[in-house]
């Protein structure tokens, strides 16, 4: 690490759980990063601000006006662009030592799955259950971890799935997916709430990637900003899981 690389992260090294060691470890660290939007916005920011290596930043959609209330990483320029390429494009200016691969297109299961074997850890910025299953299958397969956020009208959900012995997945948590998208062109949502739940994500990224801390595994942390409550639920895998289950 050079003299800039020691100032620029200065105030993260300085923390004893991270450190000189952890720091270097983000740098060879890689993320994948499914959806640029509201999660994405500030789970983009933050790793390469933080000096994550590598980011492989996935989303077939176009950067629109609509999008600009709370997907923070894009801004009025950006509107009719890829939202991967807007984003790729932020964090050159931010950290240009931050490597992006982008990918504007839909992927389908064997693409995911070949995207997720080189990645450190995953992280779900999604809008749709048929996305977060196949992300979650794909993960589990490979045995890399998985951060998990959602963020509708004012309430948020936050988990890692990391594949142990005796863990839930994201399968277990929600089934064959009975319960329709919800999606924020139709429900709304509070720009600061994907914020805080885009924020949480990248935080749990980075200290599985330095090694700092425990992840939240085998638990659901669920925020309600309306009437501020914050609660943390435990999982317990489902046996007859399709992904995970041993049945
Ligand atoms: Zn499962």
Redesign the pocket.
């Known amino acids: 690490m050079n003299d800039e690389e020691l100032l620029r992260y200065s105030r993260q090294i300085m923390l004893p759980e991270l450190g000189f060691e952890g720091q270097q470890r983000l740098a060879q660290g890689h993320a994948l990063i499914i959806g640029l939007g509201g999660l994405g916005s500030p789970v983009a920011l933050y790793l390469a601000a933080a000096g994550v290596g590598r980011l492989t930043l996935v989303d077939d959609d176009q950067v629109d006006l609509s999008n600009l209330q709370r997907q923070v990483i894009h801004d009025s320029d950006s509107i009719g662009q890829a939202k991967v390429e807007s984003a790729a494009r932020r964090i050159a200016a931010i950290n240009p030592a931050c490597q992006t691969h982008t990918v504007p297109r839909r992927l389908d299961e064997e693409e995911l799955g070949g995207l997720v074997q080189q990645a450190n850890v995953v992280l779900d910025c999604s809008d749709n259950f048929a996305t977060r299953f196949m992300v979650?299958r794909q993960c589990?397969a490979a045995h890399t971890p998985l951060v998990s956020g959602a963020a509708i009208r004012w309430e948020g959900q936050l988990a890692v799935f990391a594949y142990g012995e005796g863990e839930?997945?994201?399968?277990?948590?929600y089934g064959e997916g009975g319960e329709e998208d919800l999606r924020c062109s139709q429900n709304g949502v509070a720009a600061p709430l994907v914020g805080i739940i885009g924020s949480l994500q990248a935080l749990e990224a980075l200290k599985l990637l330095s090694g700092a801390g425990e992840p939240l595994c085998n638990r659901l942390l669920i925020v309600d900003t309306l009437h501020p409550q914050w609660q943390t639920l435990k999982l317990r895998?489902?046996p007859a899981?399709?992904?995970?289950?041993s049945r």
């Open positions: 979650n589990h839930a997945c994201y399968q277990c948590l895998p489902d899981c399709p992904v995970c289950g």
